[in-house]
């Protein structure tokens, strides 16, 4: 049975650079392709970046370009997500999700068959 853990979010300072990360148990394949969703209260949960089976591509949502970082080391089964200049609209619960395959980057989040069960990440001056 697959299973996503992450861990490594908490209460950041404004401006903070927290790294998030996501370990994969119970994998029966190898081939797979990855990505950090976030929820904040009251709102949808949205895709801040994807990377693709290979890791060779990346996307990121506008709103974290050139702050965020999605990277996967595959020999430990774990995807990161460094983050830094963190702003308050970074709040949020963060979750890592998985898509067997070998897929590009994958956006949509009905196409991710595995989720974590998320880490709280929280801005605060």
């Known amino acids: 049975q697959v299973q996503l853990v992450e861990s490594g979010g908490g209460s950041v300072q404004l401006g903070g650079s927290p790294r998030p990360s996501c370990v994969a148990l119970?994998?029966?394949?190898?081939?797979?392709?990855m990505g950090w969703f976030r929820q904040a209260p009251g709102k949808e949960r949205e895709l801040v970046a994807a990377i693709s089976w290979s890791g060779e591509s990346t996307f990121y949502a506008d709103s974290v370009k050139g702050r965020f970082t999605i990277s996967r080391v595959d020999a430990v089964k774990r995807l990161h997500l460094r983050m830094t200049s963190l702003k308050r609209e970074d709040t949020a619960v963060y979750y890592c999700?998985?898509?067997?395959?070998?897929?590009?980057?994958?956006?949509?989040?009905?196409?991710?068959?595995?989720w974590g069960q998320g880490t709280q990440v929280t801005v605060s001056s």
């Open positions: 999700a998985l898509k067997a395959g070998m897929y590009g980057v994958v956006r949509d989040a009905r196409d991710y068959g595995y």
């Open positions: 119970g994998l029966t394949f190898s081939t797979y392709a």
